[in-house]
């Protein structure tokens, strides 16, 4: 991938909530959902960010799509910075970023039918007349799999799956580049999930569709993605190409993450790892590396300063002192390094 094939990139970005103080108890504060974020989506890919509930990653979506204002970072999308561009230029450029949520009954209006659902923002546009638009909706509709006979039917009257199928509909019709799909099947059953995934990765290819899918579901991550981002209290820990982090996971939480899901297609020994704690709270991460308080692989150095993410391999990046060359301690990290190439061999 060179510089031309990016569509986005996300330079240090922040999100942080106010936590108001409780009178004469504790002091204001603040949760850091996100906290300083960078990597880049190239055209074409699906990059597949994954963590724990609380990790972040629903945080990254909206404020990636200016749902939630930045609290501080860069969001470059082909090549203009967004905290640039006015509101008509931010609006102009909102239509190519669009967003599936996990639960389309919730962002699909119960009174419309599903015509003026998916028609809606094509008749914003303004440039194509009644019959035009009545093809293009159908043509939509049936480019997710429903029938002719769904167009004047509401979603209360359709499955879960169906309702998916209309939410992802009403997103082509703003013709977008970038989809952000938040746990998009979470909410389905196992059955139907995979062939809501497999029509996102059909769509993708018709229409050059670029994503970024968000789940906490390793296995339905795998099954979409190209590259895959870890997130961990608000910080990506590692990304790389698929192959590299589901066979050869670097970071010790990318590591416990993977030992707990069974692994298809993929030729892979894995002891089970058991990460001791509940992640610490966002509002008050712990100092240095904040996976230390759970990592078994921790030392002092993890404790005081916080690892970058840093190229290991062929596009893989990993925030860990253990594969850090400049080291406090080196004889600690090469140890600790070798100990972790032993649980997974
Ligand atoms: Fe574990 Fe230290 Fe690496 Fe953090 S930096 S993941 S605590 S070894």
């Known amino acids: 991938m060179n ?29 850091k959902a996100v906290d300083g974020v960078s990597f880049d989506v190239f055209k074409g890919e699906t990059l597949g960010i994954v963590g724990e509930s609380g990790s972040g990653k629903s945080t990254l979506g909206r404020t990636i799509l200016r749902l939630l204002e930045p609290t501080d970072g860069e969001i470059i999308f082909e090549g203009n910075n967004l905290e640039k561009l006015n509101n008509r230029q931010l609006n102009g450029y909102r239509k190519h970023m669009q967003m599936v949520f996990q639960d389309p009954f919730a962002s699909l209006n119960p009174r419309m039918r599903v015509k003026d659902l998916v028609g809606e923002p094509l008749a914003l546009q303004k440039t194509l007349s009644k019959a035009e638009q009545a093809r293009q909706v159908l043509d939509i509709v049936e480019k997710v799999g429903l029938t002719k006979s769904s167009l004047s039917k509401f979603p209360h009257e359709f499955s879960g799956g169906q309702r998916q199928r209309i939410g992802i509909a009403r997103v082509l019709s703003m013709n977008p580049k970038l989809i952000i799909a938040d746990e998009p099947v979470s909410a389905l059953d196992v059955s139907v999930q995979s062939q809501v995934l497999n029509l996102m990765m059909d769509l993708q290819d018709e229409f050059k569709l ?20 870890v997130m961990y209290l608000g910080r990506i820990v590692e990304i790389g190409p698929k192959s590299n982090i589901y066979v050869n996971p670097l970071h010790p939480y990318t590591q416990a993450l993977l030992s707990s899901i069974p692994i298809a297609n993929f030729d ?23 996976f230390h308080t759970r990592c078994p692989h921790a030392f002092d150095r993890c404790k005081i300063e916080r690892p970058e993410l840093v190229e290991q391999s062929n596009g893989q990046y990993v925030a860990c002192h253990l594969y850090n060359a400049v080291t406090i301690n080196n004889e600690t990290s090469k140890n600790d390094k070798n100990k972790i190439l032993v649980v997974q061999s």
């Open 3 to 31: 510089e031309r094939d990016k569509l986005l990139e996300i330079k240090n970005l922040k999100k942080y909530f106010p936590i108001k103080a409780i009178p004469f108890k504790s002091k204001a504060s603040q949760v």
């Open 210 to 229: 670029t994503y970024l899918f968000i789940s906490h579901d390793l296995s339905v991550v795998k099954h979409i993605s190209d590259r895959v981002g």
């Open 268 to 290: 892979v020994k894995k002891e089970k790892i058991q990460l001791e704690g509940e992640p610490p709270s966002p509002s008050n991460p712990p100092p240095g590396c904040t």
